[in-house]
């Protein structure tokens, strides 16, 4: 890509990214346009689709948070890197409004751009779950199809304004829900 064509990639990803923070990721693709000072074509061929426009906001957002999963997975306990990455999980979707719609929609889509990054977010946590469950400290009846569905669940709750305030208790609920005593404590699951 050209100097110039990067220049103009990159300013048009910070107006969008300010313009989605405002309006969620319903956003109007004009709106995003008109106010990066380019026209909708242009937008379009950067981005032919909202969805390709969300996979270059969020892949390194997303990147990041996979990382983050083999980081917890190497130095943590297996149920502290569980309630870690829900924690981290919950931060991501707060920062994007609607995006977990998007993604719970792109998870079964192999043609949607945002589809290899929600399949690394989906593999990430059953990845986590698994090294839990073989330690005995989360439910061994759920799958990572499960988890991924009620990380999705929580991410759409936290979305809604009314349920935002609740995010950390709505997260603790799940959390204890999945995570089970650690083996050999005298608590009940």
């Known amino acids: 890509m050209r100097a110039d064509a990067r220049k103009n990639y990159t300013h048009v990803l910070s107006v969008a990214r300010d313009v989605i923070a405002e309006h969620g990721v ?4 004009r709106d995003i346009a008109r106010r990066a000072g380019v ?7 950067h ?3 909202r969805e390709a426009l969300y996979e270059a906001l969020l892949c390194t957002n997303l990147d990041k948070l996979t990382q983050k999963a083999g ?7 297996s149920d502290q890197a569980l309630l870690s990455w829900f924690r981290n999980w919950v931060a991501f979707v707060q920062s994007y409004k ?3 719609t998007l993604m719970a929609a792109a998870h079964t889509n192999p043609e949607s751009p ?7 977010v989906h593999s990430a946590s059953a990845r986590l779950l698994l090294r839990a469950q073989a330690e005995g400290t989360a ?4 799958n990572g199809d499960d988890l991924f ?6 991410g759409w709750a936290v979305d809604q304004p009314s349920f935002a305030p609740l995010a950390d208790h709505l997260s603790h609920i799940i959390a204890g829900a999945i995570v089970t005593s650690r083996p050999g404590d005298d608590q009940s699951s």
């Open 26 to 29: 319903n956003a109007s693709m």
């Open 39 to 45: 026209g909708l074509a242009t937008l379009l061929r």
């Open 139 to 142: 439910r061994a009846d759920m």
């Open 114 to 120: 945002l589809y290899a990054s929600c399949a690394a």
């Open 98 to 100: 609607g995006v977990v």
């Open 149 to 154: 569905a009620l990380m999705a669940a929580l």
């Open 47 to 49: 981005f032919p689709t």
């Open 71 to 77: 980081e917890l997975e190497a130095a943590k306990s």
